[in-house]
């Protein structure tokens, strides 16, 4: 089992920053990837990024949703087990409840998830 716990949701103005950040514990070694996704009140859960590790030399793959690129950022400390998401520019369209997700390998979906945290985008 995998534990995920986020920090880091608060309040903040249109065109500010903030970062949030997914501490895992537990059986670690069993998931490959670990992504953010969020929710809007009355939309569905969307894919925001995502980190891979390939297993070579430590090597990783980013994604990101074209709606985030060039503003967010996903990066992972492995001496910390924890992933970050940088968010620049945020604007009240990334207001949602933000949510760490990992997953295990040789599934296609994502199987661990934490509890949320919340992220709020006004003025």
């Known amino acids: 089992q995998v534990q995920l716990v986020e920090s880091g949701g608060a309040l903040v103005q249109p065109g500010g920053s903030l970062r949030l950040s997914c501490a895992a514990s537990?059986?670690?070694?069993?998931?490959?990837?670990m992504g953010w996704f969020r929710q809007a009140p009355g939309k569905e859960r969307e894919f925001v990024a995502a980190?891979?590790?390939?297993?070579?030399?430590?090597?990783?793959?980013?994604d990101y949703s074209d709606s985030v690129e060039g503003r967010f950022s996903i990066s992972r400390d492995n001496a910390k087990n924890t992933v970050y998401l940088q968010m620049n520019s945020l604007k009240p369209e990334d207001t949602a409840v933000y949510y760490c997700a990992g997953k295990s390998k040789g599934l296609a979906e994502y199987d661990y998830w934490g509890q949320g945290t919340q992220v709020t985008v006004s003025s």
């Open positions: 980190v891979r590790w390939t297993g070579l030399w430590s090597g990783s793959i980013i």
């Open positions: 537990g059986s670690i070694s069993s998931i490959n990837a």
